[in-house]
């Protein structure tokens, strides 16, 4: 039914061709940045990174932080006296906001930018940050205080969304040991420290491409890669490749065994074993989903289980007709391997479809997706996407987006800055990140 459905829909597309203009975000995307206008503009540097001034250069990451942690310091004075003007939910919200305004924009730079420099930056900011987060989680003080409220009520008068709030920031507490003797808290504390550098570098393991001898491969594929003083390089899976050999070659060189990361994976998860276990849980499992809708690992198996019930036997049917296209492309019985499924999915729609891309990929542009995406936010929630410029200095590549995100009554929310396409060292994988969430802040006025 849903192969029928999809030829319908390129059938209609095919017989309703007609002429369009596009819109201002539909063209901001389908057209080219200039590559040689954004050199200069960066050169120039009108403001920093995210239109932060202070990061013009890395070393604004020392600025921010040295900032983020001595405003900590005035909040949490300011938590502890006895006198304190404001409710103590929105002391922590705004304690909350000043650390991770930073560290989530430096996890992202961390991960994104072409900068080693900036990497390191971040990275030492991402650090710094994380410790002092998990040390105020073991805060006895501020946990006594803020329980003390939750139980009793604050001496300044709150809502229920500010009750809510702070049983959410409650609960981080006991989520860390809070309840924990001393020693055991600072244990906790160690133990964080340590899971977050080693699962930093495990991830930025995972996507670094491998290099091996060109010997190493038979001469018959060694065209098909990158090579470079008689070293390939192999950045991915090649699943687009027709070659079975070039796709075996791929999968198994980008996966294969590597000590450093089989050493980093295990003490990742021993670590978090020990945390969990040290936070009185039974494994890494529980106190993960504490708190969640799921409540406990259980739950999410018989989720698993409920799918995996339903799926397998559509899931074999797939299989089945990949298999019989991998025996009639190699005209002989070839078992359908791991490298062979991403190849052959694409190949099984392509033909289902009936249809080749260069017929539907103009309705299908970036700028035609974009505009889609802005329909349906303004009928749903009369909040609009519009392409702005961005300041030389304000990005990190030179093919970033920017778009206002304007609700038709309250003005401008936030913005969203567009990094879609490929470039060296960036991870191969969909992901989003939050560089600063949007906050009405003690003087009035909103943090976008």
């Given at each position: 039914?849903?192969?029928?459905?999809?030829?319908?829909?390129?059938?209609?597309?095919?017989?309703?061709?007609?002429?369009?203009?596009?819109?201002?975000?539909?063209?901001?995307?389908?057209?080219?940045?200039?590559?040689?206008?954004?050199?200069?503009?960066?050169?120039?540097?009108?403001?920093?990174?995210?239109?932060?001034?202070?990061?013009?250069?890395?070393?604004?990451?020392?600025?921010?932080?040295?900032?983020?942690?001595?405003?900590?310091?005035?909040?949490?004075?300011?938590?502890?006296?006895?006198?304190?003007?404001?409710?103590?939910?929105?002391?922590?919200?705004?304690?909350s906001n000043t650390l991770c305004k930073v560290a989530d924009m430096a996890e992202f730079i961390r991960v994104a930018h072409p900068d080693q420099q900036y990497v390191r930056a971040a990275e030492d900011a991402c650090i710094t940050i994380s410790g002092v987060v998990e040390k105020l989680?073991?805060?006895?003080?501020?946990?006594?205080?803020?329980?003390?409220?939750?139980?009793?009520?604050?001496?300044?008068?709150?809502?229920?969304?500010?009750?809510?709030?702070?049983?959410?920031?409650?609960?981080?507490?006991?989520?860390?040991?809070?309840?924990?003797?001393?020693?055991?808290?600072?244990?906790?504390?160690?133990?964080?420290?340590?899971?977050?550098?080693?699962?930093?570098?495990?991830?930025?393991?995972?996507?670094?491409?491998?290099?091996?001898?060109?010997?190493?491969?038979?001469?018959?594929?060694?065209?098909?890669?990158?090579?470079?003083?008689?070293?390939?390089?192999?950045?991915?899976?090649?699943?687009?490749?027709?070659?079975?050999?070039?796709?075996?070659?791929?999968?198994?060189?980008?996966?294969?065994?590597?000590?450093?990361?089989?050493?980093?994976?295990?003490?990742?998860?021993?670590?978090?074993?020990?945390?969990?276990?040290?936070?009185?849980?039974?494994?890494?499992?529980?106190?993960?989903?504490?708190?969640?809708?799921?409540?406990?690992?259980?739950?999410?198996?018989?989720?698993?289980?409920?799918?995996?019930?339903?799926?397998?036997?559509?899931?074999?049917?797939?299989?089945?007709?990949?298999?019989?296209?991998?025996?009639?492309?190699?005209?002989?019985?070839?078992?359908?391997?791991?490298?062979?499924?991403?190849?052959?999915?694409?190949?099984?729609?392509?033909?289902?479809?009936?249809?080749?891309?260069?017929?539907?990929?103009?309705?299908?542009?970036?700028?035609?997706?974009?505009?889609?995406?802005?329909?349906?936010?303004?009928?749903?929630?009369?909040?609009?996407?519009?392409?702005?410029?961005?300041?030389?200095?304000?990005?990190?590549?030179?093919?970033?987006?920017?778009?206002?995100?304007?609700?038709?009554?309250?003005?401008?929310?936030?913005?969203?800055?567009?990094?879609?396409?490929?470039?060296?060292?960036?991870?191969?994988?969909?992901?989003?990140?939050?560089?600063?969430?949007?906050?009405?802040?003690?003087?009035?006025?909103?943090?976008?």
């Amino acid at each position: 039914m849903l192969r029928t459905f999809e030829r319908q829909i390129f059938r209609n597309i095919r017989s309703g061709r007609r002429l369009n203009t596009w819109s201002h975000l539909t063209t901001a995307f389908n057209s080219a940045v200039s590559d040689e206008n954004h050199s200069v503009n960066i050169l120039k540097k009108e403001t920093g990174l995210f239109g932060i001034p202070e990061l013009k250069v890395e070393d604004g990451f020392d600025i921010l932080k040295s900032h983020a942690l001595a405003h900590v310091n005035v909040l949490i004075d300011e938590a502890v006296n006895k006198d304190r003007k404001r409710k103590m939910v929105e002391i922590f919200d705004e304690l909350s906001n000043t650390l991770c305004k930073v560290a989530d924009m430096a996890e992202f730079i961390r991960v994104a930018h072409p900068d080693q420099q900036y990497v390191r930056a971040a990275e030492d900011a991402c650090i710094t940050i994380s410790g002092v987060v998990e040390k105020l989680n073991t805060h006895r003080e501020l946990y006594d205080l803020l329980k003390r409220v939750t139980s009793n009520g604050d001496t300044q008068v709150t809502s229920d969304i500010d009750n809510h709030v702070a049983k959410l920031f409650l609960f981080d507490f006991e989520q860390c040991g809070i309840h924990l003797p001393e020693r055991q808290r600072r244990k906790v504390v160690e133990l964080n420290d340590y899971i977050l550098q080693v699962g930093q570098r495990f991830m930025a393991g995972a996507v670094t491409p491998r290099t091996v001898n060109a010997d190493a491969l038979p001469d018959v594929i060694r065209q098909y890669f990158v090579t470079d003083n008689g070293q390939i390089l192999v950045q991915g899976f090649y699943t687009d490749s027709s070659n079975t050999a070039v796709r075996e070659a791929a999968y198994k060189l980008f996966l294969f065994p590597d000590k450093e990361q089989d050493y980093l994976l295990h003490e990742l998860l021993s670590s978090r074993h020990l945390l969990a276990e040290s936070c009185g849980f039974p494994s890494y499992a529980h106190r993960a989903v504490k708190g969640s809708t799921v409540e406990s690992p259980v739950v999410v198996k018989e989720f698993l289980n409920i799918l995996n019930d339903n799926l397998q036997s559509k899931a074999t049917q797939d299989f089945q007709e990949m298999q019989k296209m991998k025996d009639a492309e190699s005209h002989l019985k070839q078992e359908l391997m791991p490298w062979d499924t991403a190849y052959f999915m694409a190949k099984a729609k392509k033909a289902w479809l009936n249809t080749s891309t260069t017929e539907f990929a103009p309705y299908f542009s970036l700028g035609a997706c974009m505009e889609g995406l802005n329909i349906l936010t303004q009928s749903l929630y009369g909040v609009k996407l519009e392409s702005v410029p961005v300041l030389s200095g304000e990005v990190w590549a030179n093919n970033i987006h920017k778009l206002a995100v304007i609700d038709e009554e309250e003005g401008i929310l936030g913005y969203i800055y567009c990094d879609f396409y490929e470039r060296v060292g960036k991870p191969n994988q969909d992901c989003h990140f939050t560089i600063q969430g949007g906050k009405q802040l003690p003087d009035g006025s909103y943090q976008v």
